[in-house]
Each structure stands twice: as structure tokens, then as C-alpha cells.
């Protein structure tokens, strides 16, 4: 059985049955295994995701990755044309992961996260992205004054959970770290934008829906600040 052509041309449950090959693997020559994921890699970021909740639910703000619907939704207007992109609160990377597999270089990412255990993952995964463990609160000075504007902002944060002042803070350390015109995606659960109507008008923003994830659990709106 050993000398068996692995090429050999038999029916995908004969190749597992005999065990040739196994399903990853066939999925992976069939160039189908998923960019965003590696086998077994959802489950246990899954179960680190809990961990870290359980730890700090506030800060946390969900109790599991953001789902695959929400991850193609808020990252659909950015690619490799982008530029630089900064990422606020990535957790265990399912934006990142969207963001290179839509062409944005890994060393074109910043990624502000203040959990150290993410941090720490996020570093192993993405060895040439720029991870600050730092407070989106404090971009201003968390980002070296020598790193080029960001042509787009991810913002996986709880804003939610935050007091106004704190929002405020992230919006404008974000937008003046911005090229002019690039915008801000955020998510929200429910169809309200998490920003108050008072702190978008104070730093002249322009809030708009780009559209809702209906599948992600709990669904949730994904909006597009810019500055006009
Ligand atoms: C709701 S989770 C989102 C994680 C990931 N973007 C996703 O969608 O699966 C929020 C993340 O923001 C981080 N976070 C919370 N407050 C933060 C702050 N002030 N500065 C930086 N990161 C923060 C948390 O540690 C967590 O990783």
C-alpha cells in the first residue's frame, strides 16, 4: 500500500478510506483549504476566546471570534491597495487573517491589542505585522510618529462598553493617523452605530451602514466612518 501514486485517480472517500490522504490534505491540493483558518485552528481559538471572557468580560466584549459573515463584511472595501492598515483590537486575528488573505501585507498591519495573551498569539501568527500591546485610547502615542498614515482602520473594539470619553479619545487618535479620506469600519451588535450622534459631529465624522451581517451570531452592523 505505501507505493501507491499518490496522484492515482480514485474517489476522494476510497483516498481517505485507504488512508492516502486525508480530507485536509485533499482539500489543500485542491487548493479549497480555507485562508482564514487552520484546520483545528478555529476551535481552539474559540476555546482561548471563552478563556479570556471568563477573565475580563468587559474588556473582552464577546464570547467568541467574530464569525465568517461579519469578517468578509467589515473587511470587503480594503485590499492591497489599501496601504497601511491599522487594527484595533484584533483578539485572535479572524480580521487579520481576512485582511492578508485580501492582499494587504502583513508588514503594512499595525495592530493595537491590549490583551497581552492575544498579543502574544497574534506575534507568533503574524511575525512581520507591528503589534502594540497598548490601549486604543492612547494611539498617539502608542504609533511611532515615523509610521506612514493608515489608508484604513479595523475596529474589532466593544465600543459598546466604553465610556463617551474613551470612544472620543479612539476615534481621534485614529483619524489622525489616517491619510485624508480613508475610513474607519466598525461593528456593532444591532442596527444603531455605537458611536454617539455628539462625538461624530465634535470630530466632524460621517457615519454610514455598509451593510449587516445577518449570519454572524448575534448579527451585526458594520459601518464606515469618514471624515467629510
Ligand atoms: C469583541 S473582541 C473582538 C476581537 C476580534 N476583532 C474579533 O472580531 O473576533 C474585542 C477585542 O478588543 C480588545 N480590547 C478591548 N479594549 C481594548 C482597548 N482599550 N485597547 C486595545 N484593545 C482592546 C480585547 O482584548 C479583544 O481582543
Sequence with gaps: MTDLDPGLNLPRWKRVWLGIDSR???RERRGRTSRRCKPGQ???DSARFFREWLR???ATAAVAPSGDALVA???????????????????TGVFTRALIARGVEERNLTLVERNPAFAQLLRERHPHASILVADAGELQTA???????????????GLRNMKPALIEAILSGAFARMRPGAAFYLFTYGRRCSVP??????????????GIAYRNLPPASVFRLTRS
Design 24 to 26: 485536509t490534505r485533499l
Design 42 to 44: 478555529r476551535g481552539n
Design 56 to 58: 475580563n468580560p468587559v
Design 73 to 91: 463584511l467589515i473587511t470587503r472595501e480594503i485590499g492591497g491597495w489599501t496601504g497601511p492598515v491599522l487594527e484595533l483590537g484584533p483578539g
Design 143 to 157: 504609533i511611532g510618529a515615523d509610521v506612514s498614515p493608515f489608508g484604513a482602520v479595523v475596529c474589532g473594539l
Design 197 to 210: 450622534g455628539e462625538i461624530l459631529d465634535r470630530l466632524g465624522l460621517h457615519a454610514r451602514r455598509i
